[in-house]
T-cell receptor, first 113, second 114 residues
Framework: DQQVKQNSPSLSVQEGRISILNCDYTNSMFDYFLWYKKYPAEGPTFLISISSIKDKNEDGRFTVFLNKSAKHLSLHIVPSQPGDSAVYFCAAVKKSSGDKLTFGTGTRLAVRP | DTGVSQDPRHKITKRGQNVTFRCDPISEHNRLYWYRQTLGQGPEFLTYFQNEAQLEKSRLLSDRFSAERPKGSFSTLEIQRTEQGDSAMYLC????????????FGQGTRLTVV
């Protein structure tokens, strides 16, 4: 049972434009959500998180939006840069489960110069 | 370097052999997690420790897998009688057990079973 889903395996965006990565979840008991970025042959790197009681969190070029009624979150990157090209994973956490991460399958972002 | 470190980075082994991986977490982190990632998938939870206590194991962790965290510092993950299906990236992460704190990942150990 895939509790966290990223339905777009890949996304290509022009440098300077906005990248929007989407994530859906099925479990309404998740307490917070995170986005991780992963380069080949490296471990995931934390980008940004959002509590389930918020609907937006912003950090520099990265903004995460949460729509609890739709069980949907999105990561906006603006402006996109070639160095943003990587695989992005959405993850969800239930605090009662030891804060373990439930990951989506990832979206590969390619930012074209 | 004060991040999470994993050793080795790569391991090639023959089917049926035993392998052991090591993870050194960020020193003040009391939680340590093991995940496994296969091609085209996100990381999947295997097990986690709070200090030296192993608090949860996924059903993915068969009897051939064992993890330890003696003294609540580094951790080892052993796979006995490896199978080709064990080929994957094994990721370790650590965090502090308070609030909404993110987990920090190591670079992973890529296991190939031939």
């Amino acid at each position: 049972d895939q509790q966290v889903k990223q339905n777009s395996p890949s996304l290509s965006v022009q440098e300077g434009r906005i990248s929007i990565l989407n994530c859906d979840y099925t479990n309404s008991m998740f307490d917070y959500f995170l986005w991780y970025k992963k380069y080949p042959a490296e471990g995931p790197t934390f980008l940004i998180s959002i509590s389930s009681i918020k609907d937006k969190n912003e950090d520099g070029r990265f903004t995460v939006f949460l729509n609890k009624s739709a069980k949907h979150l999105s990561l906006h990157i603006v402006p996109s840069q070639p160095g943003d090209s990587a695989v992005y994973f959405c993850a969800a956490v239930k605090k009662s489960s030891g804060d373990k991460l439930t990951f989506g399958t990832g979206t590969r972002l390619a930012v074209r110069p | 370097d004060t991040g999470v470190s994993q050793d080795p980075r790569h391991k090639i082994t023959k089917r049926g052999q035993n392998v052991t991986f090591r993870c050194d977490p960020i020193s003040e982190h009391n939680r340590l997690y093991w995940y496994r990632q296969t091609l085209g998938q996100g990381p999947e939870f295997l097990t986690y420790f709070q200090n030296e206590a192993q608090l949860e194991k996924s059903r993915l962790l068969s009897d051939r897998f064992s993890a330890e965290r003696p003294k609540g510092s580094f951790s080892t993950l052993e796979i006995q009688r490896t199978e080709q299906g064990d080929s994957a990236m094994y990721l370790c992460a650590s965090s502090l057990a308070r609030g909404n704190t993110e987990a920090f990942f190591g670079q992973g150990t890529r296991l190939t079973v031939v």
